[in-house]
Nanobody
Framework: QVQVVESGGDLVQAGGSLRLSCTVS????????MGWFRQASGQAREGLAC?????????YPTESVKGRFTISRDNSKKTVYLQMDSLTPEDTAMYFC????????????????????WGQGTQVTVSS
């Protein structure tokens, strides 16, 4: 059974940083693309950052997080990370991690429909 578990969400002040972690079990982690998504209250889920199976390719489809968020992975720990800097209240949302069924796409993709296994989410709240 595949399990995807996010952690690291917290209440942080504007301008601060957080690092989210996501640990996966039940699938060959080192062979699968991973992604981070978020969903704010009343809004659709949006893709933030995706990374290929070996960590050599990344894709950030959401303009507002480019240059502030960084995705990385440690295949030895079966964990993917999302480093978030310069946080603003607009970053307040539930953050989700997801695993794909393949290692990557050409051209790069980072949409909700591209991922099959999802965690329950971790809440990030940014106060002004």
């Amino acid at each position: 059974q595949v399990q995807v578990v996010e952690s690291g969400g917290d209440l942080v002040q504007a301008g601060g940083s957080l690092r989210l972690s996501c640990t996966v079990s039940g699938l060959p982690f080192g062979e699968r693309a991973m992604g981070w998504f978020r969903q704010a209250s009343g809004q659709a889920r949006e893709g933030l950052a995706c990374i290929n199976s070996k960590g050599g390719f990344t894709h950030y489809p959401t303009e507002s997080v480019k240059g502030r968020f960084t995705i990385s992975r440690d295949n030895s720990k079966k964990t993917v990370y999302l480093q978030m800097d310069s946080l603003t209240p607009e970053d307040t949302a539930m953050y989700f991690c997801a695993a794909a069924r393949i290692g990557w796409w050409y051209p790069a993709r980072c949409g909700e429909a591209d991922f099959s296994y999802w965690g329950q989410g971790t809440q990030v709240t940014v106060s002004s």
